[in-house]
């Protein structure tokens, strides 16, 4: 079945410097993906929609300059957390929905830390 | 905001049927109502969705009020594999997939 894939699955960085997550879809091609972000014991969090070809919709509250978000083509969208601090320490997660809309593949998660 | 209301925890023993609740008052005519769960330090993963009629599958059943104001997620034997964060979400019929999650219900499964 159809797969999403995200990489790292963990990453440690230091503060002040950029990171980026890998989202790909496997065997399907996504137009849309969807990012979110997880505190430890807290749902997820809906950051931005990721659009082929054109710029990202992100949502209240989430800066688009630090958190940056390319879709170029249609099985690969990254999200690059730039001048990282610890407070942007969480679990993000990508999503990519089947054409039909009948299921939301997710990433496995990228656990960032920052130091 | 999320459309969905769980409650934050549920309990259950194995290998006794779990039913995990969840309102969504203000549904709309072309909402569909999905369900996923997340284990530990995972993505969240599909289990079962449907628009007015009762599902099954071979992860659970999912039966959906006549009014649609609320449906209800069964497991019918829980195991402890089956520990984790269920999610109740609404998905736009027409064509949106912007998917907002609700906090959703910690299942706990007793040996």
């Known amino acids: 079945g159809a797969v999403v894939s995200q990489h790292p699955s963990w990453v440690i960085c230091k503060s002040g410097t950029s990171v980026k997550i890998e989202c790909r879809s496997l065997?399907?091609?996504?137009?849309?993906m969807f990012w979110y972000r997880q505190f430890p014991k807290q749902s997820l969090m809906l950051m931005a929609t990721?659009?082929?070809?054109?710029?990202?919709?992100?949502e209240q509250g989430v800066e688009k300059d630090k958190f940056l978000i390319n879709h170029a083509s249609l099985t690969l969208s990254t999200l690059t957390v730039t001048s990282a601090h610890p407070e942007d320490s969480s679990f993000y997660i990508c999503?990519?929905?089947?054409?039909?809309?009948?299921?939301?593949?997710f990433g496995q998660g990228t656990r960032l830390t920052v130091v | 905001d999320a459309k969905t209301t769980q409650p934050n925890s549920m309990e259950s023993n194995e290998e006794e049927p779990v039913h995990l609740p969840c309102n969504h008052s203000?549904?709309?005519?072309?909402?569909?109502i999905h369900w996923y769960r997340q284990l530990p330090s995972q993505g969240p993963e599909y289990v079962i969705h449907g628009l007015t009629s009762n599902v099954n599958n071979r992860m659970a059943s999912l039966a959906i009020a006549e009014d649609r104001k609320s449906s209800t997620l069964i497991l019918h034997r829980a195991t402890l594999r089956d520990a984790a964060v269920y999610y109740c979400i609404l998905r736009d019929g027409n064509g949106g997939f912007k998917t907002i999650f609700g906090a959703g219900t910690r299942l706990f499964v007793k040996a």
């Open positions: 990721s659009n082929e070809g054109s710029k990202a919709t992100y």
């Open positions: 999503s990519a929905w089947d054409r039909r809309g009948t299921e939301a593949f």
């Open positions: 065997d399907f091609q996504a137009t849309t």
């Open positions: 203000t549904i709309s005519g072309t909402d569909y």
